[in-house]
Structures are given as structure tokens and as C-alpha cells.
T-cell receptor
């Protein structure tokens, strides 16, 4: 039982390059999330998907796009990477009900030079 | 000013000490309060969850919520080296789904 799996674990990009971060969960959760974690800023919500077929912006959506491919998979795309997007990205999933625990993956460490 | 404030630490305590971790928040509409623990190079994992005001105890851990003061606490009794981690408070609104607002985290080190 893998939980939430993120790929890749590490990535280095040059400014202007694009990439997609992949996330898959095997807990049959309806809701999925993308957070970024920066020193001194904590975890900030980029996008979330309350259920399959829906996506909504979070606190810091600029420069990102998402796709809820199916119930299991939720990807995050950087179309033109910028140094300000250097961060650790976490995917999470949960049941829909407010207060349900979020289950996080182990993150993708992204550096943009 | 951030919606949720948390002292980043680091906090260093001897094994067996009682640890107190705290967060303050500004949005009085928050109703669900959580504590997540994050080990180095890992994703956060849920430690404690409280709805509205009051206390909740789970083994060596106690979570307290004081909504009148907009203040939440996590107490760890008989702290162990395995408790060394970053502790993140998080909260959300009724009807807010699970869009959590996180504190910045407090780094804790429990020394032998």
C-alpha cells in the first residue's frame, strides 16, 4: 500500500523550461492537493481538486496548471519555470469531508536556475 | 501579517522533557485544528485533530484549542529522540473542504 506517490523526487530546471510533476494515490480518495513548501513560508496551497473532474485555485496558483487525470492521478505543470518556483512540492489526498486528514507524498525537490 | 503564526524554533530539549508548541491565528472562523509532524525529507503526517475548542489527548500528546484567545497548543510528555521533527499547525473553516492554512512549523530536537 504505497499511499501517495510523487515523481520525480528531484529535478533541476533552467529558467523557461517546462515540466510536469506527477502524483498518484491508491487510497480511493476523492480530493487531491498540490502544496509548495518554502523556508519561513510554510505549506501554501497551489491548486486542489475536490473531486474527479474539478479543479480550483489555491493561495499561490500563478505560473502553474493542473490536470486531474482520473480519480487516482493529479499532475502539476510548470509551463515556463522561474527561479521563484524553486521549492519543495507536496501532493496530498483526502476524503472530501472537512477535517479529514491529508495524506502527503514525500515531495519533489525542484531547483530552477 | 500571516493568518497563522508559529515560532520556527529551533527548540532543543532533553529527553523526558515536556514540550509545548503553539500557534496563534487571526481568522475567528477557523473551526478545525490539526497538528502535523514532518520528519526531514518526508511529507507531513497527521498527529492530532481537534474540532472547535477543548482538549484532546492521545498517548503522550495533548492538543488544546482556546478559540477565545485564537491560540492552539500541542504538548508532548516524556519527549523522546524520535519526536525530533518539525511540527506544523494547520486549520480550516467549516465548509472549507480541506483547504488547510498551515503555520510555518516549529523545528524540535530532543537530545539524549
Amino acid at each position: 500500500n504505497a499511499g501517495v506517490t510523487q515523481t520525480p523526487k528531484f529535478q533541476v530546471l533552467k529558467t523557461g523550461q517546462s515540466m510536469t510533476l506527477q502524483c498518484a494515490q491508491d487510497m480511493n480518495h476523492n480530493s487531491m492537493y498540490w502544496y509548495r513548501q518554502d523556508p519561513g513560508m510554510g505549506l501554501r496551497l497551489i491548486y486542489y481538486s475536490a473531486s474527479e473532474g474539478t479543479t480550483d485555485k489555491g493561495e499561490v496558483p500563478n505560473g502553474y496548471n493542473v490536470s486531474r487525470l482520473n480519480k487516482r492521478e493529479f499532475s502539476l505543470r510548470l509551463e515556463s519555470a522561474a527561479p521563484s518556483q524553486t521549492s519543495v512540492y507536496f501532493c496530498a489526498s483526502s476524503e472530501v469531508a472537512t477535517g479529514s486528514p491529508l495524506h502527503f507524498g514525500n515531495g519533489t525537490r525542484l531547483t530552477v536556475t | 501579517q500571516k493568518e497563522v503564526e508559529q515560532d520556527p524554533g529551533p527548540l532543543s530539549v532533553p529527553e523526558g522533557a515536556i514540550v509545548s508548541l503553539n500557534c496563534t491565528y487571526s481568522n475567528s472562523a477557523f473551526q478545525y485544528f490539526m497538528w502535523y509532524r514532518q520528519y526531514s525529507r518526508k511529507g507531513p503526517e497527521l498527529l492530532m485533530y481537534t474540532y472547535s475548542s477543548g482538549n484532546k489527548e492521545d498517548g503522550r500528546f495533548t492538543a488544546q484549542v482556546d478559540k477565545s484567545s485564537k491560540y492552539i497548543s500541542l504538548f508532548i510528555r516524556d519527549s523522546q529522540p524520535s519526536d525530533s521533527a518539525t511540527y506544523l499547525c494547520a486549520m480550516t473553516l467549516t465548509g472549507g473542504g480541506n483547504k488547510l492554512t498551515f503555520g510555518t512549523g516549529t523545528q524540535l530536537k530532543v537530545e539524549l
